[in-house]
């Protein structure tokens, strides 16, 4: 596609339930992020893809985060048994390369609010 | 704990002035740098990149980075109210080789008509 696409736009998740953000990253972009950005602060980062192979998962910030990219393409994010902390705007980039060298292309986000 | 540093602000200038903005990091390692541009409730945007010292300039932009004090800066000329935004200053991990960013808090820009 022409650009990132994260989908859902806005989820509301009753807390304790599960939900799954999705990325169809750029084609033929190598490399997937995903980031979290809470109110007023700049994104964090969550984990890192290149191709179908999760090289950094470092930033997640519980096991209640899982994601994943099986074909190469498109990547979810699933939160098991969300909680009101887990609220945020969640960003999905991809870039060209694997070494970031051009910087990346945001997705427009999934707004998530945890009730 | 690699960390970016931003003045939240808000930054205020009149419509026409010159706009700085400023970032500094933590990480000796990193080689990149961006600036991107975020506009209220939309995702961040890429505007710059910067890979070696001195200045880079793109229209009305200019970046600045100096490594030994590990300073990034973007210049924002002929400020106009659409260029109302917040900035984020972001750097890559140097030790990862990923592209991972670290992204600094932002400063929030306002140019007032």
């Known amino acids: 596609g022409a650009g990132v696409s994260q989908s859902p736009r806005y989820k509301v998740a009753k807390r304790g339930q599960d939900v799954a953000l999705r990325c169809d990253p750029i084609s033929g972009h190598v490399s997937l992020f995903w980031y979290q950005q809470a109110l007023g602060q700049g994104p964090e980062f969550l984990t890192y893809?290149?191709?179908?192979?999760?090289?950094?998962k470092s930033g997640l910030p519980s096991d209640r985060f899982f994601a994943e990219r099986p074909e190469g393409s498109v990547s979810t994010l699933k939160i098991q048994r969300t909680q009101q902390e887990d609220s945020a705007v969640y960003l999905c980039?991809?870039?060209?390369?694997?070494?970031?060298?051009?910087?990346?292309?945001f997705g427009s986000g999934t707004r998530l609010t945890v009730v | 704990q690699k960390e970016v540093e931003q003045n939240s602000g808000p930054l205020s200038v009149p419509e026409g002035a010159i706009a700085s903005l400023n970032c500094t990091y933590s990480?000796?390692?990193?080689?990149?740098f961006f600036w991107y541009r975020q506009y209220s409730g939309k995702s961040p945007e890429l505007i710059m990149s910067i890979y070696s010292n001195g200045d880079k300039e793109d229209g009305r932009f200019t970046a600045q980075l100096n490594k030994a004090s590990q300073y990034v800066s973007l210049l924002i000329r002929d400020s106009q109210p659409s260029d109302s935004a917040t900035y984020l200053c972001a750097v890559n991990e140097g030790s990862s080789n990923t592209g991972k960013l670290i992204f600094g808090q932002g400063t929030t820009l306002q140019v007032k008509p």
């Open positions: 990480d000796r390692g990193s080689q990149s």
């Open positions: 980039a991809s870039s060209l390369d694997g070494q970031g060298n051009y910087g990346y292309t």
């Open positions: 893809f290149q191709n179908e192979a999760q090289l950094d």
